[in-house]
């Protein structure tokens, strides 16, 4: 292998994966500006400035890049609530944090959380499969969470099921209503969201 | 007027009452699966067993049907809460009341209620406007509810604002996330959250 060769290889990874990034963000606002069914990967192509030629040795379909988006949006979610339950052994401290970085997530990543959530069914049967599993997993967390305080005592609500259900929905929701221009920081909205779960749970404290 | 002019104006009126009514619900179905902009009036009128141009002597374009779906929508929503404020004057009872209702609303109107909260910015901006307007006014009830419990002394939340705006978040993305075929009637739902209202902002039982 000559140096020029040495230096290449990874320039060429790099500006492939810096391409395939300026798709994906093409794609969030375009399916955030008309939706998954009303957007063409033309559009897509023009917005990234590329040709569709050049679009498709990325990505074969539009269907490919909304499940792109969606995964990796789903696999950030699982990992930070991971990390925020591995914060603290206390079911108190590890709502209070999960929720917190939930809410947080939901507002600074709004655009891309709204396509995530509402564009759903216009995956493939498989891919739909995939993201509703990822998406298991992450109501499974918050579920776990609410049972162990319940078990610890430290936890009073009558229907375990639908409060971690709501707390999950505040989460997801935020993409929806949250303006940054508004009174709120995503901080804000993360710090008065971890005490509302609290207070969903009837935490002790 | 004959017998017979008199008999023939209302069922016209009533016939065109079925007609226009046929193609709002069309028109629910056709948004809610494809999305705002990815329905043409042509897939509207085609679900409504019409022509294109049978459909336009009632509505002008597919913006007028969102507008009509949305402006009702909303005034229903108003409607009912109002009739919940107004069937006590204990601040506990009216936000207990308002949620449940709310929540109901949301559960059984979910279809319309998604296409209402998702495909605002498809209205044309005097449109808009309008609905912007009708919000406001469910999201002050919701914060009057609020207030008025914390000046009587009933209620104890930090900050009220974000509290009614967590309140009609969880009641909105029941839209979303409820399916017919749970673990849950809407009615079940609306009990629990009226619960987890009173949670939300502290109140003294």
């Known amino acids: 292998m000559t140096d020029s060769e040495a230096t290449t290889a990874p320039d060429q990874a790099s500006r492939a994966d810096a391409t395939r990034a300026r798709l994906v963000e093409a794609a969030v606002s ?9 957007t063409t990967t033309r559009d897509i192509a023009a917005a990234a400035g590329m040709s569709p030629a050049a679009l498709y040795v990325h990505h074969r379909s539009k ?9 990796d949006a789903h696999q950030r979610t699982i990992d930070a609530m991971d990390a925020a339950i591995a914060s603290t052994t206390s079911p108190v401290e590890q709502l209070r944090e999960t929720m917190r970085v939930f809410a947080v997530h939901h507002a600074r ?3 891309g959380a709204r396509i995530v959530n509402y564009e759903l069914s216009a995956l493939s049967p498989q891919h739909h499969a995939e993201i509703v599993e990822l ?9 776990d969470l609410v049972e162990a305080g319940i078990e610890q005592g430290v936890f009073d609500v009558p229907d375990p099921g639908l409060a971690a259900t709501a707390l999950l929905s505040l989460g997801v929701d935020i993409a929806r209503w949250y303006r940054p221009d508004g009174s709120w920081t995503p901080e804000d909205v993360g710090e008065a969201y971890a005490d509302l779960a609290l207070r969903i749970v009837g935490a002790r404290e």
Chains 1, 2 share one sequence.
């Open 135 to 143: 998406r298991i997993q992450i109501d499974q967390r918050m579920r």
């Open 63 to 71: 269907e490919e890049l909304l499940h792109q988006i969606s995964r």
């Open 109 to 111: 990543g709004r655009t």
């Open 30 to 38: 375009a399916f955030a500006e008309r939706g998954f069914h009303g």
